[in-house]
T-cell receptor, first 110, second 114 residues
């Protein structure tokens, strides 16, 4: 029973356009959410996070939106660049433990 | 060397072998983690050590045995594994044992069990 779901295994976007990666969760106790990015042959690296007391957090080209009533969060990348091509993992926590989604492969075409 | 390193990067072993995965962090962190990532599945937390004490053991079979001899090193000892244990094993460290604390991951060990 996956508590964090990334329903799109992959996404392809043209360079310069917006990339929107989605994540749904089932546990209403989750209070902190993160996105990690992973390149091939490397470990995941932290990208951006959001606390449940907020509905938006922005860092440069990356914005995370949280909709608590829908138990949904999304990551927006604007504008998308070829170097953004990677696997993106959504993660959520209640307490100290992180629960990860299965990841979405983003391909940004130039 | 900086960051989190893992050795070996690739490992092929038979079901009767004994092997160990090594993780080393050069960040002065107090928490270390082992995760398993099977193909197209989420990262699964296996073990957590905080200040060299095991604080999480997520119902992992006893054929996986972790060891944390000091705050910089973490091992995963493998014994009589099954083919379904083939996966990417990722080590991570964090300043403290907290989900709000950024975890820094190593590149992983790709394990194949024949």
């Amino acid at each position: 029973d996956q508590q964090v779901k990334q329903n799109s295994p992959s996404l392809s976007v043209q360079e310069g356009r917006i990339s929107i990666l989605n994540c749904d969760y089932t546990n209403s106790m989750f209070d902190y959410f993160l996105w990690y990015k992973k390149y091939p042959a490397e470990g995941p690296t932290f990208l951006i996070s959001i606390s449940s007391i907020k509905d938006k957090n922005e860092d440069g080209r990356f914005t995370v939106f949280l909709n608590k009533s829908a138990k949904h969060l999304s990551l927006h990348i604007v504008p998308s660049q070829p170097g953004d091509s990677a696997v993106y993992f959504c993660a959520a926590s209640a307490g100290n433990k992180l629960v990860f989604g299965a990841g979405t492969i983003l391909r940004v075409k130039s | 060397e900086t960051g989190v390193t893992q050795t070996p990067r690739h490992l092929v072993m038979g079901m009767t072998n004994k092997k160990s995965l090594k993780c080393e962090q050069h960040l002065g962190h107090n928490a270390m983690y082992w995760y398993k990532q099977s193909a197209k599945k989420p990262l699964e937390l296996m073990f957590v050590y905080s200040l060299e004490e095991r604080v999480e053991n997520n119902s992992v079979p006893s054929r996986f045995s972790p060891e944390c001899p000091n705050s910089s090193h973490l091992f995963l000892h493998l014994h009589t594994l099954q083919p379904e244990d083939s996966a990417l094993y990722l080590c991570a460290s964090g300043q403290q044992y907290s989900a709000a604390d950024t975890q820094y991951f190593g590149p992983g060990t790709r394990l194949t069990v024949l």
